[in-house]
Nanobody
Framework: QVQLVESGGGLVQPGGSLTLSCAASGFTFSSYVMNWYRQAPGKERELVAV???????NYANGVKGRFTISRDNAKNTVYLQMNSLKPEDTAVYYCKAVLAAGRPEYDYWGQGTQVTVSS
């Protein structure tokens, strides 16, 4: 049974930090590219960060330099460390596992965790 379970969300003040975790099970974690997306109410879901099987990373404009994606294959977990948080970072954050481009039948989504940045 494939599962992606996000955790670590919550309420944080502007300028604060938060680390999200996504625990994976039911598939070969090390074979997948891992992604973090976020979606605010009424807005499109947007890609935030990507980490490849080899550990290469990419970030969306606006989070580069503030967010860090990492993975621990021994724990089947991907993380998103978020620093210097801004109100515009408020969203539901989702992790996504991708086996290969063009094979969406092997894409898996978590249920999301809420991040609220507010004073």
């Amino acid at each position: 049974q494939v599962q992606l379970v996000e955790s670590g969300g919550g309420l944080v003040q502007p300028g604060g930090s938060l680390t999200l975790s996504c625990a994976a099970s039911g598939f070969t974690f090390s074979s997948y590219v891992m992604n973090w997306y976020r979606q605010a109410p009424g807005k499109e879901r947007e890609l935030v960060a990507v980490i490849t099987r080899a550990g290469n990373t990419n970030y969306a404009n606006g989070v580069k330099g503030r967010f860090t994606i990492s993975r621990d294959n021994a724990k089947n977990t991907v993380y998103l460390q978020m620093n210097s948080l801004k109100p515009e970072d408020t969203a539901v954050y989702y992790c996504k596992a991708v086996l290969a481009a063009g094979r969406p039948e092997y894409d898996y989504w978590g249920q999301g965790t809420q991040v609220t940045v507010s004073s």
